[in-house]
């Protein structure tokens, strides 16, 4: 006999709160795309759980009606990590933002990833502090100005997809705000993935740093702009696709089609690579450097689990030494009686 | 051929029947003194001895050999009679080289036992230990009893023919010490050469190595004229059942997973190594059949996160570090108190502030775990007085965790967690058990409050994975009943006070504060921690000059039991020892508005019951 499970629309995972993010804001989009995916998943809302840090993105779990905890500044990687070792049946989401998760974050969220638990981390990258009225963050452009450097950031930004990739993370994958159907496709395969999936989104803070991704996002000019990744396929991109990436050595290069160059002169993605060199070279292609930036999937391999070889151990130990005895285990080794 | 302890128990020497005696073995941290100590203190207890026992190690790993900084010591006491310390003095000392000495001589009784490995005080070993002279030839030690044995000599001797370099020779020095302190003592080798089977079996001629030296070190007693006469310990008139000698974070380990049986839960352990607390993470981490999950994290915030985490899931989630790490804890367990999860957090303390004194011992960070979160943000916190009361103290953690939904600080401290003593080993069967209810399944369609509470204030705890029962938690203040993110001042007021009331609740939960000694009289020593074993012995060493004197040890820190105020009225003088500048001090003044007097200490060591006698008897005049 099976259970019927009830079919869940979006509607379903909407929880009951005020929705409280600011007008316009890029959240609103990944919070729809989300709610719109997770019932093609078919996991039960009662086994869904969302954990966040701080900042605007970190707002997220109130506004799913599944379980969530909205825990502090940077540590989200860490609660959920405690939670899935001892509960590898629910599904864990953390939604983390630059700041949150590359910030004061930054040891829990690579050691999440290094040790590929099953859970899905998604990191909401606008480049600014929001929540703390626009400060610069580790993702914002060298020379940036907002309040807190008025004469332009002077630190190198980081780059999320370099760094999980350098942390040999088993899934990566970047998408857009207001790319919509590819955001929902995204975050479906992340669901999917057996590991660690991590997925950067391009979000727009419209108040304290709009437009930071226009050049990817903009109608008229993200096709120029970015390059969807599709495994097996060659990296082309353009309105017209008449442009590819080729490498050139270990140097990615841009190459018009035509004149001499086809399509099998141009690289081929290739997500399911165990070397990550690869994907870690397209994580580098940035658009101030004039190339398209890539979006999609950059890595999606099989490795070892955390939370499945955690508890591989202790059904190993039962099995090997039987049930826990406290009795047995009192009296083991060098023991008296005093009568 | 040499005759073993087991086939000649009966010297040809005099004994004399001791009370009992404390003997401290040191030597350079590599020189093994702390199996030594172990290794004594198990064969003592298996004569049926009460023992106590006092590592004391540097923090370095392996310090220049010969050091004074590389000195590392184990002291055990082990008595006919009931005893509640390792000794304020030795009767006995074992000093494998100059440096070993130098540092530990002024703990030696006049006319007590000193065994030096005489190969040791030579030109260089002198030098490292910045003896202008040798001590041996000065006449510097003439109030001892100084044995002086070529030990090194001995060892390589006994090890002859089978192979080994003369770096493993030495290794087995300290069985050549071990050997000739049992004989001195009356205690029998069958322990020690059985752990020498377990533990080297697998490596024979070392094993053999050992065994030789072991009985070398025996027999050099048993045939040197040096030694006219041995003693004897009869065993003590302990509580009828069977024993086992416990070390402190041991049976803090078990009392977890004891705890974790007794309420039908796995128990998950998120941690991050920090002196002294990591031995306990090493303990559960054998122990996976009992269905532990052990993680070591990142670092300390993680360990408290991921405990939070496994809480909210469902487990029985426990975190355990030493005060470094509960200041890195701090945020989390603010968060972990305002979620009204119940989890344990662990403090084994150190000497502090900042990286203070690792090795050792101290009570510094009661202030620290009572007030060091911002906001209001009250936690309940448990000590534990000793090794074997690790394993009560660690059961009922959980118990009251669980009862009132919140997070639970158990403090230890160094000297509890490394020292050990006789555990009388219960049936587990009759330990208590710790019942737990989860809300069920609600198909009602109506939306689940996560914040309504029972009698006590305490919350459900609902786990994810219970249909109809999704429900988000967090930092931010939240509406009382419905958990929703809530900024109204009249709700934080009514949310700060309820989550102090329900700490407060607590007072009605445990048992009330039992007084040893006159209910009324002319002085209280009030206690808490691992002064227990001093503070007792000295109250009794006073009760029994027939001072009016009595102790309470107070095992719970927040909330104090209901009739502590009470207690404290019958007394004329309440006098507090405690390893820090007068921490819980405060605390009875601010909650009692009593004037109590202080006996502070800060040097990284245990009171010495003389010093307690000392301070009672001057406040009585």
């Known amino acids: 006999m099976t259970t019927e499970l009830p079919v869940l629309k979006a509607g379903d995972f909407a929880s009951k709160q005020d929705v409280r993010w600011c007008p316009g804001c890029g959240d609103y989009s990944i919070l729809a795309q989300m709610k719109k995916m997770l019932p093609s998943l078919g996991v039960p809302r009662e086994k869904i759980v969302f954990i966040s840090g701080i900042g605007c993105s970190s707002r997220f779990p109130y506004y799913m009606n599944t379980y969530g905890i909205h825990s502090i500044h940077g540590r989200a990687p860490a609660l959920a990590t405690g939670l899935k070792c001892v509960r590898p049946d629910l599904m864990v989401w953390v939604i983390t933002g630059d700041g949150d998760g590359l910030s004061i974050g930054g040891n829990h969220l690579i050691h999440a990833i290094r040790r590929n638990l099953n859970i899905n981390i998604v990191l909401f990258n606008n480049r600014i502090y929001g929540l703390t009225k626009g400060q610069y963050s580790p993702t914002s452009p060298l020379g940036k100005t907002t309040k807190s450097t008025p004469m332009g950031a002077i630190d190198n930004p980081l780059h999320p997809l370099s760094i999980a990739i350098g942390c040999e993370g088993t899934f990566v994958a970047r998408s857009i705000d207001t790319h919509i159907k590819h955001l929902e496709k995204t975050l479906k395969r992340a669901a999917e993935h057996q590991g660690t999936a991590f997925v950067e989104v391009y979000q727009n803070c419209n108040v304290f740093n709009d437009k930071a991704w226009e050049y990817a996002s903009d109608r008229d000019t993200k096709l120029e702009n970015t390059i969807e990744l599709e495994h097996g396929k060659p990296l082309i991109f353009g309105a017209k696709r008449d442009k590819g990436i080729r490498l050139n050595g270990l140097e990615p290069e841009v190459v018009e089609l035509g004149k001499g160059i086809t399509e099998d002169d141009l690289l081929f993605h290739d997500e399911k690579s165990t070397e990550p060199s690869l994907a870690y070279l397209l994580s580098r292609m940035r658009h101030e450097d004039g190339f398209p930036e890539p979006i999609g999937v950059f890595r999606a391999i099989d490795a070892p689990l955390y939370d499945v070889e955690l508890n591989r151990q202790v059904a190993h130990a039962r099995e090997k030494k039987g049930e826990g005895d406290l009795n047995k285990l009192f009296n083991s080794g060098e023991t008296w009686t005093v009568s | ?621």
């Not at chain 2, 100590?37 to 790993?61: M, Y």
């Not at chain 2, 990284?604 to 406040?619: D, N, R, S």
Request: net charge negative; aromatic share 8%.
């Open chain 2, 1 to 621: 051929m040499s005759v073993s302890a087991e086939e000649n128990p009966t010297s040809v020497k005099q004994t004399i029947v001791l009370e009992g005696a404390t003997v401290r073995l040191c030597g350079d941290s590599g020189d093994g003194m702390q199996l030594a100590g172990g290794q004594l203190t198990g064969t003592s207890a298996q004569l049926g001895n009460d023992v106590a026992t006092f590592p004391d190690f540097p923090a370095e790993i392996r310090a220049p050999r010969g050091t004074l900084a590389g000195v590392s010591g184990f002291q055990v006491h082990f008595s006919s009679q009931d005893i509640f310390t390792p000794g304020d003095s030795l009767n006995a000392l074992v000093a494998m080289n100059p440096a070993a000495l130098k540092t530990n001589l002024a703990d030696l009784d006049p006319g007590g036992a000193l065994i030096v490995n005489k190969d040791a005080f030579d030109k260089k070993g002198l030098g490292l230990a910045k003896y202008d002279t040798n001590p041996l030839e000065d006449d510097s030690l003439a109030d001892y009893q100084l044995f002086e044995v070529p030990m090194t000599q001995l060892t390589r001797t006994a090890v002859e023919g089978l192979g080994l370099s003369v770096k493993e020779a030495d290794r087995c020095r300290n069985f050549f010490a071990m050997g000739l302190v049992y004989w001195i003592y009356g205690r029998k080798l069958d322990t020690t050469l059985r752990f020498i089977e377990d533990k080297f079996g697998s490596r024979p001629s070392v094993a053999e190595a050992n065994r030789r030296t072991l009985t070398a070190g025996w027999n050099y007693g048993e045939t040197t004229d040096a030694f006219v006469s041995n003693y004897k310990v009869e065993p003590a008139k302990l509580d009828p059942g069977k024993y086992k000698n416990m070390v402190g974070n041991t049976a803090l380990a078990w009392g977890l997973m004891a705890a974790a049986k007794k309420s039908g839960k796995e128990l998950f352990y998120g941690t991050y190594p920090i002196t002294p607390a990591s031995d306990i993470l090493h303990e559960l981490s054998k122990h996976k059949n009992f269905g532990v999950r052990t993680f070591q994290a990142e670092d300390e915030i993680a360990a408290m996160c991921s405990t939070i985490g496994a809480a909210f899931a469902g487990s029985m989630a426990i975190t355990g570090t030493s005060g470094p790490g509960i200041a890195l804890k701090g945020e989390a367990m603010g968060l972990a108190m305002i979620l009204e999860l119940p989890m344990i957090i662990i403090n084994v303390q150190r000497g502090g502030p900042s990286t203070g004194l690792p090795t050792k011992t101290e009570q510094s960070d009661l202030m620290q775990v009572m007030y060091g979160r911002n906001g209001e943000s009250p936690i309940p916190i448990i000590s534990a007085s000793g090794p074997s009361d690790c394993f009560d103290v660690a059961q009922e953690a959980w118990r009251l965790a669980t009862r009132f939904m919140t997070p639970v600080i158990l403090m230890t401290d160094g000297y509890i967690a490394n020292g050990s003593e006789p555990w009388l080993i219960p049936n587990a069967d009759e330990l208590p058990e710790i019942p737990i209810e989860h809300p069920g399944p609600n198909d009602s369609g109506e939306q689940f409050l996560p914040y309504t509470r029972n009698e006590r204030l305490a919350r459900p705890w609902a786990l994810p994975g219970t249909a109809g029962l999704m429900h988000r938690v967090g930092g931010l203040e939240k509406e009382d009943i419905t958990g929703d993110v809530c900024y109204d001042p009249d709700n934080h007021e009514h949310m700060t006070h309820t989550r102090a009331k329900k700490v407060a609740l607590i007072a009605d939960d445990i048992p009330p504060q039992a007084v040893n000694g006159p209910e009324k009289g002319d002085l209280l020593v009030l206690s808490w921690g691992g002064t227990y074993g001093s503070c007792t012995t000295a109250v009794r060493a006073c009760q029994e000059q027939g001072l009016s004197v009595g102790h309470a040890h107070l095992r719970y820190l927040n909330p104090f039991p209901a009739n502590l105020g009470t207690i404290l009225d019958n007394y004329k003088t309440i006098l507090m020892p405690e390893l820090n500048l007068g921490q819980l001090q405060s605390l009875i003044r601010d909650r009692y508005l009593k004037d109590v007097v202080g006996l502070n200490k800060i040097q990284g060591k245990p009171f010495a019951v003389a010093e307690i006698v000392t301070k009672i008897k001057q406040l009585l005049g």
